[in-house]
């Protein structure tokens, strides 16, 4: 099946700094990708959807210039924390649409930030 | 607005009997209905999908049941395993405010006790 891998697995940043996390389809290609954050014992919460070539759809309370999304190409999106503070501290998933249907989507291991 | 909702946080099923896990929805725009299963630090892995035209879909042991007058999916695990014990996570898609998206339920922690 299709494998998306993220990196890093888990980070840990002092206060004030910025963090960036990779997304990958490794075996196929992905127009959109989306963004989740998980809190403990919530939901998977959708943050953002990330789409190539434009401007990423940013969820109602998500604010876009904290965390910044980028689809560089076809295989590839970022999120990146800005000036991250504690509360930033989560689980951070992302996915993409299966091929040529959008009833399943394949997800990537997570990244755990821990933010000092 | 919690579009998609898991009322019990948590299910304990003895091994070998059926695990039947609940989901209910708001939006009637929702085309597809998902079931993830997440283990701890790990991202979720797709289980089982049921389209909207549909009422029934079954792969292996399991088995997702859609009620669309009610609003309603669930999903049945039969035999449970120890194995099976995870988060599950209904989720629903479909075009909302103009982007196709993928809402979560909040999640169903199953014990499946041997």
């Known amino acids: 099946g299709a494998v998306v891998s993220q990196h890093p697995s888990w980070v840990i940043c002092k206060s004030g700094t910025s963090v960036k996390i990779e997304c990958r389809s490794l075996?196929?290609?992905?127009?959109?990708m989306f963004w989740y954050r998980q809190f403990p014992k919530q939901s998977l919460m959708l943050m953002a959807t990330?789409?190539?070539?434009?401007?990423?759809?940013?969820e109602q309370g998500v604010e876009k210039d904290k965390f910044l999304i980028n689809h560089a190409s076809l295989t590839l999106s970022t999120l990146t924390v800005t000036s991250a503070h504690p509360e930033d501290s989560s689980f951070y998933i992302c996915?993409?649409?299966?091929?040529?249907?959008?009833?399943?989507?394949?997800f990537g291991p997570g990244t755990r930030l821990l933010v000092l | 607005d919690q579009q998609v909702k898991q009322n019990s946080p948590s299910l304990s099923v003895q091994e070998g009997r059926i695990s039947i896990l609940n989901c209910d929805y708001t939006n009637s725009m929702f085309d597809y209905f998902l079931w993830y299963k997440k283990y701890p630090a790990e991202g979720p892995t797709f289980l089982i999908s049921i389209s909207s035209i549909k009422d029934k879909n079954e792969d292996g042991r399991f088995t997702v049941f859609l009620n669309k007058s009610a609003k309603h999916l669930s999903l049945h695990i039969v035999p449970s395993q120890p194995g099976d014990s995870a988060v599950y996570f209904c989720a629903a898609s479909g075009d909302t405010s103009g982007t196709y998206k993928y809402i979560f339920g909040t999640g169903t922690r199953l014990k499946v006790l041997a």
């Open positions: 075996d196929f290609q992905a127009t959109t």
């Open positions: 996915s993409a649409p299966g091929q040529g249907t959008q009833e399943t989507q394949y």
């Open positions: 990330s789409n190539e070539g434009s401007k990423a759809t940013y």
